[in-house]
Structures are given as structure tokens and as C-alpha cells.
């Protein structure tokens, strides 16, 4: 999950590629972070979902020309939807959501605790990886499938 919901805006067709049907493979490359430091590897994160994903994102992202946006919705209209349609959240608490989640799924021993940190996008957990090394690494896929990302979405 992208820190903001601006990450998540700045994505488009080049940024997405589906894998399969359980799998998305997403290169944050345009936030503000990766700009200035584009070979961390969590800018590069791969989303399994183990009943499919839904076949609507898989038609988007195929159809997706590499300069198209995933989205234009904003913030603002964002946060209007979920008020009417989960009161009580916002846009953050969909990260702070996912963070509880996911530290639940470490607490009991289901990922790596590193991978709560990787996902939610604090710091550079992954020191395993570094800038250097992502930066030869010929597939951001092989990096994403490495950091075991994947092990952390298919909970969300």
C-alpha cells in the first residue's frame, strides 16, 4: 500500500504488469521517494491474491496504454466516497488498516515482520537488496518476487 494516495494516482500502464491472474507486479517509480532514489528495491512490489484477482483490473491494466493513469481519482474524492460508503475512514486508514493487518499476520508467525515495513513503504527495511544491486537486476519482477512482498498482499 503506497504511503499516499498520490502513489497510487502517479501509477500508470508502464507501472503495472499482470502476471497471471493472481498476480500484479507494481513499480512505484513516480513518487516523491523513488524520483530521488530510484533503484530501492521497495519501490517494487508484488501483489498475489490467492482467489484471483478481480477480472476488471486485469482487463484495465491489459488495456492500459504505458503513459495512461490507473486513476484520476483525487484525495478529496476519495475520502468523500468513504465517508459515505465506510464512515469513519479516510484514506490513511486504509494504510493504518493494512499495517494492523499485516503485523497481526506477523505476530502469529505468517510473514516476516521486515515485510509490514516493505509494504507500508517506512524506510528501507530491505537492506538485503541494495540500491546497487536492484539497480543491475535486469526484471523489477524477480526483485518483487525476492523481496516476498506477495507472502504480505495475499493477506490484505
Request: aromatic content about 4%; hydrophobic content about 40%.
Amino acid at each position: 500500500t503506497p504511503s499516499r494516495w498520490e502513489d497510487v494516482r502517479r501509477l500508470r500502464g508502464a507501472n503495472l504488469k499482470a502476471l497471471g491472474p493472481a498476480e500484479l507486479f507494481v513499480h512505484f517509480s513516480s513518487t516523491k521517494m523513488a524520483r530521488g532514489r530510484p533503484f530501492r528495491a521497495d519501490h517494487r512490489v508484488l501483489v498475489r491474491e490467492a482467489r484471483g484477482l478481480p477480472h476488471w483490473l486485469l482487463a484495465r491494466v491489459a488495456a492500459m496504454s504505458p503513459d495512461e493513469p490507473l486513476t484520476e481519482t483525487t484525495g478529496v474524492q476519495l475520502n468523500r466516497f468513504l465517508a459515505q460508503h465506510a464512515p469513519g475512514h479516510t484514506a490513511h486508514s486504509i494504510k493504518r488498516g493494512a499495517v494492523g493487518t499485516l503485523m497481526a499476520a506477523a505476530a502469529a508467525g505468517l510473514i516476516e515482520p521486515r515485510l509490514v515495513s516493505h509494504i507500508a513503504k517506512h524506510r528501507n527495511p530491505t537492506a538485503e537488496l541494495s540500491e546497487t544491486t536492484v539497480r543491475y537486476t535486469p526484471s523489477g519482477v524477480d526483485v518483487a518476487r525476492a523481496l516476498g512482498t506477495h507472502r504480505a498482499t495475499t493477506l490484505l
